[in-house]
């Protein structure tokens, strides 16, 4: 009996903390990460200041919020938000010191990076190449359309104290996929995992030095791309 109860108050302060999280995520998208505050999540998810400060503080609310959304771009699963608000994108813009149009012309640069990218790089990639980029392409896709709140989660997950689940499970699910897309073309399996965590581990610092530099989209792809090709290229030989 004792159990029973124990389970439901687990179940209901989990399902808390997710309203909490999804409140959370639909103001950063809309406001970005410095214009919300916690009361505004605590009146978004109805539930007081104190249970949305239990669930954790801002950064390490973002930092959750991104783990959720790294994990539907990876399952397939991710919506995007529907379009801003008129009012809300020209004070965005304003306050921001960018135009109105800025963040319109970042979405349609995401949606169009297969013929972007292509256009940019300025080596040639072979098929599979392409394949294991498409792995990181929604993830890529996602960081140029959300530029700033990126950069204030990459900025979060340097300040907060646990570990965020791109570390671990997040980081496991994708390293699996392109260990098992490099054996797919023979590579043996021990040199496949290996570079799967390179490719991993790359594809990390290069987010890192996106958000502390002027890096655009078209290099931030062709980046990854060149680890990608080395990769490739070293143990296909093998």
Same mark, same amino acid.
């Given at each position: 009996?004792?159990?029973?109860?124990?389970?439901?108050?687990?179940?209901?302060?989990?399902?808390?903390?997710?309203?909490?999280?999804?409140?959370?995520?639909?103001?950063?998208?809309?406001?970005?990460?410095?214009?919300?505050?916690?009361?505004?999540?605590?009146?978004?998810?109805?539930?007081?200041?104190?249970?949305?400060?239990?669930?954790?503080?801002?950064?390490?609310?973002?930092?959750?919020?991104?783990?959720?959304?790294?994990?539907?771009?990876?399952?397939?699963?991710?919506?995007?938000?529907?379009?801003?608000?008129?009012?809300?994108?020209?004070?965005? &813009?304003?306050?921001?010191?960018?135009? /109105?149009? $800025?963040? #319109?012309?970042?979405? @349609?640069?995401? +949606?169009?990076?297969? !013929?972007?990218?292509?256009?940019?790089?300025?080596?040639?990639?072979?098929?599979?190449?392409?394949?294991?980029?498409?792995?990181?392409?929604?993830?890529?896709?996602?960081?140029?359309?959300?530029?700033?709140?990126?950069?204030?989660?990459?900025?979060?997950?340097?300040?907060?104290?646990?570990?965020?689940?791109?570390?671990?499970?997040?980081?496991?699910?994708?390293?699996?996929?392109?260990?098992?897309?490099?054996?797919?073309?023979?590579?043996?399996?021990?040199?496949?995992?290996?570079?799967?965590?390179?490719?991993?581990?790359?594809?990390? &610092?290069?987010?890192?030095?996106?958000? /502390?530099? $002027?890096? #655009?989209?078209?290099? @931030?792809?062709? +980046?990854?791309?060149? !680890?990608?090709?080395?990769?490739?290229?070293?143990?296909?030989?093998?």
């Amino acid at each position: 009996m004792v159990s029973e109860h124990v389970q439901l108050r687990t179940g209901k302060r989990r399902q808390t903390e997710a309203r909490i999280i999804s409140a959370a995520a639909e103001l950063f998208l809309e406001r970005g990460y410095k214009a919300t505050t916690i009361r505004a999540i605590a009146t978004a998810a109805e539930v007081s200041v104190g249970r949305v400060m239990a669930t954790g503080d801002k950064d390490s609310i973002l930092v959750a919020c991104f783990d959720r959304w790294i994990g539907q771009l990876q399952n397939g699963t991710y919506t995007p938000p529907p379009p801003r608000r008129a009012s809300l994108s020209r004070a965005g &813009g304003q306050a921001s010191g960018r135009s /109105a149009d $800025s963040g #319109t012309a970042e979405a @349609a640069g995401a +949606a169009s990076i297969g !013929v972007t990218m292509t256009a940019a790089s300025p080596r040639p990639a072979s098929a599979v190449q392409r394949h294991l980029l498409d792995h990181f392409l929604p993830f890529l896709e996602f960081f140029a359309a959300h530029e700033d709140l990126s950069r204030d989660y990459t900025a979060a997950m340097i300040r907060v104290k646990e570990d965020p689940e791109v570390f671990h499970t997040l980081a496991e699910d994708l390293q699996g996929r392109l260990s098992d897309s490099l054996t797919s073309i023979g590579i043996s399996e021990d040199h496949a995992r290996s570079s799967a965590v390179a490719l991993y581990d790359s594809y990390l &610092g290069i987010l890192f030095r996106w958000a /502390a530099t $002027s890096m #655009t989209l078209p290099e @931030a792809t062709d +980046a990854l791309l060149s !680890v990608i090709a080395f990769h490739t290229r070293v143990r296909s030989a093998l």
